[in-house]
């Protein structure tokens, strides 16, 4: 019998995201099979890392080797699981600490990460490459700005250009209210994105490799309610949406965002499982690639483990998955 592999689950982080990733960790903990797999959560914050147990810190990590001490024994890992929201583990930087003491983990590279982490260079990149994207502008914290000089068809959406969870995020109708929205982005990120809103049916999909395949979830559907203009913070964390899994869709709107889904993936080279959020653009009879999350929930509130069971698996089977990859693909880089 093979002895249980070491795994690291990483969560907090430095940012407004960490609450979330907390929740993501407990759904990762309680369904990573504990007969292949010794867990030890790391808990990454602005103070320290430390192994954690329960809501108590244990030990520091040593960040010169990414192990801790337990029980006097010095424990180190088989492979890191990704679950923070946010910077540092979203953006890039855990990734390529990782790199570099050559420990395989289940999320995308750090270029990958980085880039998509930017939603700005995540649209262009996505453009370069024939997928569809709505027309936006990118704001500087350190340069003029001067909205009435954005010429882009309302209403837009202004967001933090880095992060997720739709902090900061606006839906912007008139012009004289878009430098508040700008304003209040800024209050979250350095970059802002402006970006024309696209109408539609919002589809999310989750999106990973098994056995070397790229594989599309079944989509989800997302429906605001009916007080809210959008899919931010609240109705994402709150309650305040439906969310049809698997969505309820024609055979060949199922068939574009998949394959669409997919091409994404291939295009900008991911690992793990991320979610990538469209909208259906049923004039054009075409999807529009939003953004990608490349490090999704698992909340209970979170749209992934519903469509990993929409797809027949249990999340045990799916975390396990992960991990096996995430191996196979360190051996092969």
Sequence with gaps: ??????????????????????????TIYNHLDKSKFNVFVIDVTNEGWFYKVGDKHVSPV????????????????????????????????????????GLPYTSCS?????????KRY???VAAFAGINVAKSVHLFKHQPIDA????????VFVKPNNGGSSI?????????????????AFNEDSQVLVEEMITGREFTIGVFKHKGEIVAMPMTEVKADADMEFFDFVAKYQGKSTEITPAEASDEV?????????????????????????????????????????IPGQSDASIVPQQVKAMGWNLDDFY???IDQAMTDRQIR
């Design 62 to 101: 040593d960040k010169n080797d990414f192990t801790i001490i337990v029980d006097g024994k010095k424990i180190s890992f088989d492979c890191v699981f990704i679950g923070m929201h946010g910077t540092p583990g979203e953006d890039g930087k855990l990734q390529g600490y990782f790199d570099v003491l």
């Design 254 to 294: 199922y068939q574009k965002v998949s394959d669409t889904a997919k091409k994404v993936y291939a295009v900008f080279n991911c690992a793990g499982v991320i979610r990538i959020d469209f909208i259906y653009n049923e004039e054009r009879n075409e999807p529009f690639m939003l953004e990608i999350n490349t």
């Design 110 to 118: 750090s270029a990958t990460s980085a880039i998509t982490f930017n």
């Design 148 to 155: 009435s000089a954005i010429k882009l068809k309302l209403p």
């Design 1 to 26: 019998m093979n002895q249980p592999l070491n795994i690291a689950l990483v969560t907090g982080g430095y940012s407004g995201e960490a609450v979330i990733s907390y929740k993501s960790a407990t």
């Design 168 to 184: 900061g995020m606006s839906k912007v109708s008139k012009q004289e209210d878009l430098a508040a929205a700008i304003e209040k």
């Design 320 to 322: 396990a998955a992960l």
């Design 122 to 124: 995540t649209v262009a």
